[in-house]
């Protein structure tokens, strides 16, 4: 039973930091690639950033310079540091394990989701 499991969320101000934490049990977690998406109230969930198994990494043209995704094989956990952060960053983020090495291979399985809410 694959289980992704997100931390790290809350309410933080405008230019204001978070990290976020995936914790993967129940898989092979070094040979997948991973994925976070965000979903905002009223909108459809889009992608953030990816990597690969690898650590080939992947970003939203709205986070790029400003969030950055990593993973450490040994704690089977995936990060994404979010720095320089803005209200339109406000939604539920998902983590989400690819079935392949690659993100370019469907995902699988998804984690519970965290609240990050960007308020003054």
């Known amino acids: 039973q694959v289980q992704l499991v997100e931390s790290g969320g809350g309410l933080v101000q405008p230019g204001g930091s978070l990290r976020l934490s995936c914790e993967a049990s129940?898989?092979?977690?070094?040979?997948?690639?991973m994925g976070w998406y965000r979903q905002a109230p009223g909108k459809q969930r889009e992608l953030v950033a990816r990597i690969s198994s690898g650590g080939v990494t992947s970003y939203a043209d709205s986070v790029k310079g400003r969030f950055t995704i990593s993973r450490d094989n040994a704690k089977n956990t995936v990060y994404l540091q979010m720095n320089s952060l803005k209200p339109e960053d406000t939604a539920v983020y998902y983590c989400?394990?690819?079935?392949?090495?690659?993100?370019?291979?469907?995902?699988?399985?998804w984690g519970q989701g965290t609240q990050v809410t960007v308020s003054s």
């Open positions: 129940g898989s092979i977690f070094s040979i997948n690639a």
């Open positions: 989400t394990k690819y079935r392949g090495g690659t993100y370019y291979s469907p995902f699988d399985y």
